[in-house]
């Protein structure tokens, strides 16, 4: 079968604001997520043998433990439980990496949507968009916006999401080559002091801001000087 590359686009948020401490440990979030043309390019082609192969070597990322094999074995056995698939189908899976690891592009989350839109359609399994949203927020609270594939405000953990048609713009964005985990981030005790919940239309018409710009200077700026 012909590898087709699909393209797995990164995400920038233009605002976001931290609203709530949730009692299962996630943060409640404002934001608006812009996706971007930019992105990484997963190569996948569909197997008989029933395994399932990344073939990209990702730093410091068991493959076990990768985000790419989770979502590719969470739609399998989905299927095999929700639709009683018993095809024996794996995937072959390359991907020529561009999005910064821990640059807060969303790139885990982006690739992990692709996985699951690309099998979806490889393997016939026919979830709707729907479906793969709710099975893919379970590995990370960006993938309903990267399996919907559109611009969007958000709210909850970033899965609330009132898609929203912008003019086309431009972004310049660096990469200073440090790596900041998003779960570390959220972790800081100062995210405890929440921003306000505000109606989320409303926050388009006051400066964006970002509760973590002073943490992130604060805490890794030495990094970059």
Request: charged residues 20%.
């Amino acid at each position: 079968m012909k590898t087709i590359g699909w393209h797995s686009p990164a995400k920038i948020n233009l605002f976001l604001y931290v609203t709530k401490l949730r009692s299962d440990g996630y943060h409640d979030i404002q934001t608006f997520f812009q996706l971007l043309n930019y992105g990484d390019i997963i190569y996948i082609s569909s197997n008989t043998l029933g395994n399932i192969n990344l073939l990209t070597r990702i730093p410091n990322i068991p493959n076990s433990k990768n985000i790419i094999i989770r979502a590719a074995k969470l739609l399998k056995k989905k299927a095999q439980i929700l639709k009683n698939y018993s095809q024996k189908v794996g995937a072959n899976i390359y991907i020529k990496k561009n999005i910064p690891i821990g640059g807060g592009l969303g790139g885990g989350s982006s690739n992990a949507a692709t996985i699951l839109l690309v099998l979806n359609k490889l393997w016939k399994t026919e979830f709707t968009l729907t479906q793969l949203a709710n099975f893919g927020k379970c590995l990370g609270s960006d993938i309903p916006l990267f399996i919907m594939g559109k611009t969007a405000l958000a709210e909850g953990t970033g899965n609330i999401l009132y898609p929203i048609h912008v003019e086309r713009k431009w972004y310049l964005i660096t990469y200073p080559k440090i790596n900041i985990s998003t779960k570390k981030i959220f972790s800081f005790l100062k995210l405890k002091k929440n921003s306000s919940k505000k109606h989320i239309y409303s926050l388009l018409s006051i400066p964006f801001k970002n509760d973590f710009e002073h943490l992130v200077k604060k805490n890794f700026l030495k990094l970059i000087l």
